[in-house]
């Protein structure tokens, strides 16, 4: 029976050293996301979209037409419809 305590001493140690390494990677990956070594796509603004080009090989060149937030492009403003346009249904 005395290996049962043994095998317990021995799998508490291996088990504190499994939470040690798991606690050291999850921080070591915050650090590095936080510190923006990631190296995430710079966009610039260029009127009527976004655009990222990349430095570093493989070379490529992204445009985007959609996505206001990017590069902090503002909404076009919203025309009006034409009122001549619209059905005249007043009744009298």
Request: proline share 8%; with cysteine.
């Amino acid at each position: 029976m005395f290996f049962l305590s043994d095998n317990q001493s021995i799998l508490k140690k291996l088990l504190s050293v499994c939470k040690f390494l798991l606690s050291t990677v999850i921080v070591a990956g915050l650090v590095f996301e936080l510190a923006g070594c990631g190296g995430g796509p710079i966009w610039k603004n260029h009127g009527d979209s976004c655009i990222s080009i990349s430095e570093n090989p493989p070379l490529k060149r992204v445009i985007n037409y959609t996505d206001y937030d990017l590069c902090e492009r503002k909404l076009s403003p919203r025309k009006a419809p034409n009122p001549q346009t619209r059905p005249n249904n007043v009744k009298d």
